[in-house]
DNA sequence: GCGATCAGCC
DNA sequence: TATTGTGCTGATCGCA
């Protein structure tokens, strides 16, 4: 072996053949080729940097599309009158972000295949040109091919505008073909089903310093017209698609209608007391402050607690305390492996109070409020759609769906979030879904059953688990029992749930082996929908989403693993996910339908959040509650508790 | 600007 | 044999 290593890493240095330097210069290369091969693999950069753009076809495109720039209001108003008798219309705005809640329209182009009109901002009112696309966007004949319909909507709502139009987004059409895409943009998508390399105006850069290059900013209405005319063709391609996948009611009546509702909650957004905030970011400041100095002092020296790699310095090579997990860069420093080392010195519940306050001050006590609009007083976050991999939304800037409850210091965070005046908040979450769900793809009918029967569900796994009674079952049994039941839909190993709960392996792999006998349907489903995915590439919920998983072929046992988690846990999640989507419409379109005042204001996965006037306190409840339950017939049957509060900490 | 680490939620 | 629970967003550090 020895040997055989040398030879391998002796580097041969004779060689014939290669006496003029000049045959290693970069000679011509094939451009089609290489084009192909950039396209196939998103360089697109690399397309720009070495001017591989394709000419040919393009340019007759190109000529074929008829644009025209509108810049009075009484001719754009003719027109759009005009195209309101039309069936199909392609519509593409574009916003400026400004502080205002519902965006500033830039420019704004709607047509029919054969002709596209544009307007903008700089030359009819903004306010005029909403009134004028309003006979569009209200009339229910007209079917609306657009890019990202929630940002319209919330302009919108500005404007004091509904959408009725059948709808058709290319964006969420996207997302329910490929969930996993990077991102959709309008080139992307007319890259990928015609062929066709389209440029959208870059956004203005406002960074102060430099106006030089940016400025060059071609006519803007000449690229989205090029953009605008690859709609049609794209929706043609996607309708298809979505169809043949069985994907027809998650699409039109679930997908899209949810996006208006999503446009809306962030149109509302969620009022938040800005005083409360900064008292309680002073009063966490104050403990800080403290913590700094007894860490400081219990360390002999002055460093940044907040850099991982400082405290590991300090800890495990100056204090010699053990160091219990590594990672790739140095000694782990989180929670979980300062936890197993607690009682070694008193500066680690130091350490670790001073992570959790910081942590509050900085993302919550400082970052809501920075968040707060000074227009409405209210923080406006966005809901994101097309993100996740499982069908979940997102939220960002500022994230709500992560809003501190578990420790009490934490959730008090929520009594900054309150109801406008007059109002209160109605409150419902689903209970258990994910586990009802489990019950029901799994067909499982003792764990249906138990559903049906309103049994306490981690007490009756504890019971099968630990094979003793259901009123023998100790508080501490219960929560083991709950690790299980919440590994089995992550598809957890032996390892990991003995260390969560604080058992041998040994004893972790029983726990899982008792689980999965006492319900053989969920064995039955782990193994098949594995199996399923390995052969077709893909996993879906009960709605139909889709998610592929090229994990299951990788050559990488660890990558495979994964692959396998992911293949058992989408279908729950996500099927959770579809269901409380349809309730978010359902239930936002019974809010209108009774022209209530309330709002839907926010989704935390499994739990919506509506502003409620107190006058439509009852109606509220009972809308949330028989809407939620009856998003989709489980053979567990959907449960929603829900409860009322003038603050979200007392709404819970 | 970006990866890594940490921490918050379901 | 080696490894080990899904899905997210944000703040901070430290390097390029």
Redesign the pocket.
């Known amino acids: 072996l020895a040997y055989l290593s040398r030879e391998l890493g002796t580097i041969i240095r004779e060689k014939d053949g290669f006496s003029d330097i000049n045959d290693f210069k970069r000679k011509d290369f094939n451009k089609d080729e290489l084009l192909t091969i950039f396209k196939d693999l998103e360089f697109n950069s690399f397309i720009k940097k070495m001017g591989l753009e394709s000419s040919g076809d393009e340019q007759e495109i190109q000529e074929a599309i008829c644009c025209e720039t509108i810049s009075n209001l009484e001719s754009f108003e003719k027109i759009v009158n005009q195209l309101s008798r039309e069936k199909l219309l392609s519509i593409l705005p574009v916003f400026k972000k400004t502080g205002r809640v519902g965006n500033m329209l830039e420019i704004i182009g709607i047509g029919t295949e054969e002709k596209y009109y544009f307007a903008s901002t700089e030359t009819i009112d903004e306010i005029s040109l909403a009134k004028a696309v309003k006979v569009i966007l209200e009339s229910e004949d007209i079917t609306l091919i657009s890019y990202n319909i929630k940002e319209l909507y919330t302009w919108c709502l500005y404007h004091n505008t509904e959408i009725h139009c059948q709808l058709f987004d290319l964006m969420i059409a996207e997302y329910l073909i490929d969930a996993l895409a990077s991102s959709y943009t309008i080139p992307g998508l007319s890259r990928k089903y015609l062929g066709i390399e389209v440029e959208m105006p870059k956004e203005k850069k406002r960074k102060g310093r430099q106006i030089e290059l940016e400025q060059v900013e071609e006519n803007p209405v000449e690229l989205l017209g090029k953009a605008i005319s690859t709609f049609r063709a794209i929706y043609e391609k996607q309708k298809d698609i979505i169809d043949k996948s069985k994907q027809n009611y998650l699409f039109y009546d679930v997908e899209l209608p949810l996006s208006l509702v999503l446009g809306s909650m962030e149109y509302y957004g969620f009022r938040v007391d800005k005083q409360y905030l900064e008292e309680y970011g002073a009063r966490l400041d104050y403990r800080i402050k403290s913590l700094e100095q007894t860490i400081y002092m219990l360390a002999c020296e002055e460093f ?1 607690i ?5 405290l ?1 310095v300090i800890l495990f090579e100056k204090m010699g305390l053990k160091a219990v997990k590594k ?12 936890n197993e080392i607690i009682d070694s010195h008193e500066i680690i519940p130091c350490i ?1 109070e001073y ?2 306050l ?3 001050k ?2 919550y006590a ?2 809501l409020v ?1 968040e707060i609009n000074p227009e409405t007083g209210r923080i406006h976050s966005s809901f ?1 759609q097309t ?4 069908g ?1 939304i ?6 709500l ?7 009490e210091l ?2 008090e965070i929520r009594q900054a979030f309150i109801p406008k005046d007059g109002y209160v908040f109605v409150d419902a979450d689903y209970s258990q879904i994910e586990l009802r769900v489990l019950a029901h793809i799994t067909g499982d009918e003792v764990l249906q059953n138990a559903f049906r029967d309103g049994i306490d569900i981690h007490t009756l796994t504890a019971s099968q688990v630990f094979n003793v009674s259901m009123n023998n079952v100790t508080p501490d049994m219960r929560r083991s029992a709950k ?1 299980v039941n ?2 089995i839909i ?8 003995a ?2 709960i604080g058992v041998s ?1 040994k004893e972790a792999a029983r726990y899982i082996e008792n689980y999965l006998s006492t319900y053989p349907r969920i064995r039955d489903y782990m193994e098949n929908t594995v199996k399923f995915g390995k052969e077709k590439g893909y996993v879906e919920t009960m709605f139909h989403r889709v998610r592929h998983i090229p994990e299951l072929k990788s050559p990488n ?2 990558v495979r ?2 692959g396998k ?2 293949a058992m ?2 279908p729950i ?1 996500g099927s959770a996910a579809d269901i409380i989507k349809i309730a978010m419409v359902k239930v936002w379109h019974e809010l209108k339908k009774n022209n209530l005042k309330s709002r839907l204001i926010l989704q ?4 919506l959040i509506i502003e409620t006037a107190i006058d439509e306190v009852e109606q509220v409840k009972e809308i949330v509650k028989t809407n939620m339950e009856s998003a989709a017939e489980l053979s567990a049957p959907l449960v929603a508790d829900v409860s009322v509060g003038s603050t979200w900490f007392e709404a819970k």
């Open positions: 940044n907040n850099s991982p790699k400082q590991g990672t790739k860069t140095g000694y782990s420093t989180d929670a979980d492996s300062l670790l992570r959790q910081t942590k509050l900085s993302t400082e970052g920075k994101n993100v996740t991999a499982t979940r997102s939220s960002t800037e500022p994230n769906q992560n809003i501190p409850v578990r420790t934490g959730r690790a919440f590994g992550y598809g957890i190993g032996d390892f990991s749930l260390k969560d392996r046992y660890q693993e994964f988690r992911v846990n989408t999640q935390v996965h499994d739990e």
